[in-house]
C-alpha cells in the first residue's frame, strides 16, 4: 500500500524571489520560528549545467524528532532498540531550478528509518500561465508519498508461513493490527504529521519571503548573520 497526499498553493511573491526563500527558509530560527526542529543544513553539491543553464542542488538536513512518536511505539523493539521517540534524522533534499523557463523541482527524502517508513515529497515551483498573474506570483504543487516498508515486509513474511504458523504470528506482535494494519497506521500517521508540517512549512516560507521583501537579501543575510552572533555568545 502506499498513501499519496497533495495539496496546491499559490506564493503572492514573483517566481525568483520564492526560490530564494526556499533555499532561505532554515537559514536561522530567528528569521524563521518554523525551522527550529532544523538543527544543521550543509550543501554537498551545487552546479549549473553549462549545457541548459539549471541549478542542481543537493542539500542534507538534520531535524529533530522526524518519526511520530505514534510509529516508534508500535514498532517491536528489534527495530527501535526500545527508544520510544527518534531524537534526529537527516533529509536528503535535491533541487533543479530553471530560471529561464521558469521552474524549479525539488525532492525530499528521509534517510533514517526508510526501511520502516519512507517520506518522499516533491515540489514543482512555476510560473501561473495567467497573463494578469505572470511576475506577481508563483504556484507550488506538493506530492508527498508514504509507503511502509515494514508493514510490506511483515505482508510478505506472512504469505510465506504456513496456516498454523501465521497464527503464531499473529499471536505475538502482530495480535491487535495484523501486517495490513500496521502498513496502514504508519503510513496514516505519518500522513496526518506531514500534513501539519506543510502548513507550517508554508508559513516559514512566508515569513522569508516577507523579509525579503521588506530587506531585500543583503538585509536578510545580515540579520541571519546578527542571529548566529548572537548564538555563538550564548554558547
Known sequence: MVLTHTTNHT?????????????????????NPFSQHV???DTLSSHVDPATGRLHTTRIHLKKSRMPP?????????????????KASYIMETSVVDMKEGWMSTESRNLNFAGVLSVVEKQIY??????????????VATTVVFRSRFG??????????????????KGGFFSRLGAHGIQRSIESLASKKTQDQLGKSREGMKLIL???????????LELRKMARERNMEKA
Do not use: W
Open 210 to 220: 516577507e523579509r525579503l521583501r521588506q530587506s531585500g537579501i543583503m538585509g536578510v
Open 70 to 86: 505514534a510509529i516508534m511505539k508500535m514498532l517491536p523493539t528489534s527495530i527501535t532498540g526500545g527508544a520510544t521517540t527518534e
Open 11 to 31: 506564493y503572492s511573491h514573483p517566481f525568483p524571489t520564492v526560490t530564494l526563500a526556499f533555499f532561505l527558509r532554515y537559514c536561522s530560527p530567528q528569521l
Open 152 to 169: 510490506e515486509r511483515i505482508r510478505d513474511k506472512l504469505g510465506h508461513l504456513h496456516a498454523h504458523e501465521v497464527e503464531q504470528e
Open 126 to 139: 512555476t510560473i501561473p500561465t495567467s497573463t494578469n498573474e505572470i511576475g506577481n506570483t508563483t504556484d
Open 39 to 41: 538543527m544543521s543544513t
